[in-house]
T-cell receptor, first 116, second 110 residues
């Protein structure tokens, strides 16, 4: 069975602070994919990143960066110089390897509030 | 707009009534998924189609739920004899690789 744990239920920061959202996962698959999605107050889930378990390189996209550590089964997400528009619920998700089924197992999400 | 669309966006129904939701995926996406999200939780997988074939159903999908994807294009999710516990946001996603989600249908059963 697959499981994703996001231990931080809510985080509140002041604008321009850096913030890291934690994600720990469990799976018996030797290959898998990890994802982060953003759900702003409007409700629509927005895809942020997909990471293959073979690729442990960290990734940076603008103010966003992701740290994948297979040894600790973690896939953490950092927002640098946070902005009010970053306020949203962020979900980490896990899926089986490629093939006929890519269903996602989501964590419970972390509500990030960025205050001006 | 070429994203995933869902209709209706909101549905209020009385317990015991049947409801049907529609999802129109991104046109070139052959995979289509339904998820359910309750307050304070992440989305939970319900079912999955590849083209018109329904390949997997979650145990969450009781006999009162049925999903179809005729001709491998749009999909419908029907809930018969709704119960208050069915109140949730029903999300549709489509993919070639990563999944892109629609805005969801919020169901309230009174």
């Amino acid at each position: 069975a697959q499981k994703v744990t996001q231990a931080q239920t809510e985080i509140s920061v002041v604008e321009k602070e850096d913030v890291t959202l934690d994600c720990v996962y469990e799976t018996r698959d030797t290959t898998y994919y990890l994802f982060w999605y953003k759900q702003p107050p409007s409700g629509e889930l927005v895809f942020l990143i997909r990471r293959n378990s073979f690729d442990e390189q960290n990734e940076i996209s603008g103010r966003y960066s992701w740290n994948f550590q297979k040894s600790t089964s973690s896939f953490n997400f950092t927002i640098t110089a946070s902005q009010v528009v970053d306020s949203a619920v962020y979900f980490c998700a896990l899926s089986p390897p490629g093939g006929s089924n890519y269903k996602l197992t989501f964590g419970k999400g972390t509500l990030l509030t960025v205050n001006p | 707009d070429t994203g995933v669309s869902q209709d209706p966006r909101h549905k209020i129904t009385k317990r015991g009534q049947n409801v049907t939701f529609r999802c129109d995926p991104i046109s070139e996406h052959n995979r289509l998924y339904w998820y359910r999200q309750t307050l304070g939780q992440g989305p939970e997988f319900l079912t999955y189609f590849q083209n018109e074939a329904q390949l997997e159903k979650s145990r969450l999908l009781s006999d009162r739920f049925s999903a179809e994807r005729p001709k491998g294009s749009f999909s419908t999710l029907e809930i018969q004899r709704t119960e208050q516990g069915d109140s949730a946001m029903y999300l549709c996603a489509s993919s070639v690789e990563e999944q892109y989600f629609g805005p969801g249908t919020r169901l309230t059963v009174t």
